[in-house]
């Protein structure tokens, strides 16, 4: 239980630093700019730490390695390279200029602007629902990461449904109180923990298992291991597609949202050059241990995964829908990184490093805020909210909206049964990918019109719900389950049965 504890101490910690930025602002005053965008003043330290770290969710960490450990170190290639040159080009060219209107004219959300680009209310109202409804996703990933790294790294003693309800309380308290200013504090003390996690997990991990350099060349002479070190479990298609996704980085409306809280223009100088490394520096670790994860065979929760995704390879065209996704579960890797940590690292470097997995997962937290800014500006205040009632009950109109919305996360989160990486990519990078022609059109296309973005907008809604449904419609088979067939590399093969985006 000595790690946990320190993920308990960790939790206070931050807690305490939300409350403190909500005294530090005054406590008393309850101003709209001031609580939903820290009164645009963050410097650029506080705002390249915030932005990167609430872009670096549970999918960064925990789903990296899980999909990593399925489909080898392609997985950096899927998500990493892309975002490394694609995210800082699109804060370059759409995020300064976002933050330019919001100075300019009051923005405080994309919506707002929409509105007034396209002279649209009611359209900007069904784009508001749409991003909403995307963002709950990325929202449930985060309670969904908490409780698999409480109820992993203390070996069980504390289940995954305590787990995730004590991260979503921390997280909604800090939010509550300190709002913008809060969660951007929280988020650069957690972006320099984790990215510190990183070097220190390859460190300790690493020597625990012997150096890498032999475990890559263990990997390389089983033929069952060695597609893991090549592209061979990806298709070109597929690989080609999720170069797309890094778009959605700039339609995240935290990520929007975020943009508009520099103090200066040069506060995007820093944050475009520096975000490749730090994407470098997280990233590279969680890919290659998750990889490296499949050679250990004296970690029993990792040999019952690695069984199951035999049994599936083999008996999968065989087996009923119910025991294919039994098979899917078992086998599924979001918690491998943890195991290792457990396995290799001393007890109280174990709680350290837990530590900064969960300061990677509670990056929930801005997506929490900019749901609930969205719903106080784009509803509440639109509609006449904040002229009848005054900007006092606005704000706390958004703290309501933090609660509730924490709430049904968590309760979806219990329920939920796809993995983090799955999760993360069917619906929210997907969809917002699809929504980022939105933002292009507004900014840079003066022929653009309300109509045309409504269709895109709904066109993005029904792409998201429909995908997974036909999916779901296709007949089973083992080859098409992604399981391969053989445990020789093949040109067919396609990722491994825990990657659906491939199915």
Request: hydrophobic share 50%.
């Amino acid at each position: 239980m000595i790690p946990a504890a320190i993920v308990f101490l960790y939790l206070a910690v931050v807690l305490y630093i939300g409350v403190f930025a909500y005294r530090r602002s005054g406590g008393h005053r309850e101003e709209a700019e001031d609580y939903f965008l820290a009164g645009r003043s963050l410097g650029s330290f506080v705002f390249l730490f915030s932005l990167f770290g609430s872009h670096m969710t549970a999918f960064a960490i925990l789903g990296s390695s899980g999909h990593a450990f399925s489909n080898g170190i392609v997985t950096y290639g899927l998500m990493a390279s892309s975002s490394a040159i694609v995210v800082p080009l699109t804060l370059y060219l759409f995020g300064t200029r976002l933050w330019a209107l919001g100075k300019r004219f009051g923005f405080m959300t994309q919506v707002q602007m929409f509105r007034d680009r396209w002279e649209c209310s009611h359209i900007g109202s069904v784009i508001f629902a749409v991003q909403a409804a995307l963002l709950v996703p990325y929202i449930i990933i985060g309670v969904m990461g908490g409780g698999v790294t409480l109820e992993s790294i203390s070996g069980g003693a504390v289940p995954f449904w305590f787990g995730g309800l004590l991260v979503a309380l921390v997280v909604m308290g800090y939010v509550f109180f300190g709002g913008m200013r809060g969660t951007a504090w929280v988020n650069t003390f957690q972006t320099l923990l984790f990215l510190a996690f990183g070097s220190a997990a390859m460190a300790v991990i690493g020597s625990g298992m012997g150096g890498f350099g032999a475990a890559v060349q263990s990997m390389l002479g089983s033929p069952q291991l060695e597609p893991l070190l090549t592209r061979a479990r990806v298709s070109p298609r597929v690989f080609f597609s999720y170069t797309f996704i890094p778009l959605s980085g700039i339609a995240f409306p935290h990520i929007a949202i975020f943009c508009l809280t520099a103090r200066r223009l040069a506060s995007f100088k820093r944050t475009i050059a520096l975000y490749p490394l730090c994407l470098l520096a997280i990233w590279l670790p969680s890919v290659f241990l998750g990889v490296a994860a499949n050679r250990v065979q004296d970690i029993p929760e990792i040999r019952a995964k690695q069984e199951a995704r035999r049994q599936l390879a083999a008996e999968g065209a065989r087996l009923s829908p119910e025991a294919r996704e039994r098979l899917r579960v078992e086998m599924a890797g979001d918690d491998v990184m943890l195991l290792l940590l457990r396995r290799y690292a001393p007890l109280w470097l174990a709680g350290v490093l837990g530590a900064g997995i969960m300061a990677a997962v509670m990056a929930s937290d801005s997506q929490i805020l900019a749901l609930s800014t969205m719903f106080t500006e784009d509803v509440f205040a639109f509609y006449g909210g904040k002229e009848r009632y005054g900007e006092a009950v606005q704000v706390h109109t958004g703290r309501l909206f933090v609660v509730l919305l924490t709430v049904v996360a968590y309760a979806v989160a219990l329920r939920a049964s796809q993995s983090i990486f799955d999760l993360a990519v069917q619906y929210a990078f997907s969809g917002y990918a699809a929504l980022s022609p939105l933002i292009a059109a507004a900014l840079f296309w003066k022929r653009s019109t309300k109509w045309g973005a409504l269709a895109a907008t709904v066109w993005a809604a029904v792409s998201v719900i429909a995908t997974p449904l036909r999916r779901e419609g296709r007949p089973s088979s083992g080859r098409r389950s992604g399981a391969p067939s053989s445990p020789a590399p093949s040109a067919e093969r396609r990722c491994s049965a825990s990657c659906r985006s491939c199915r």
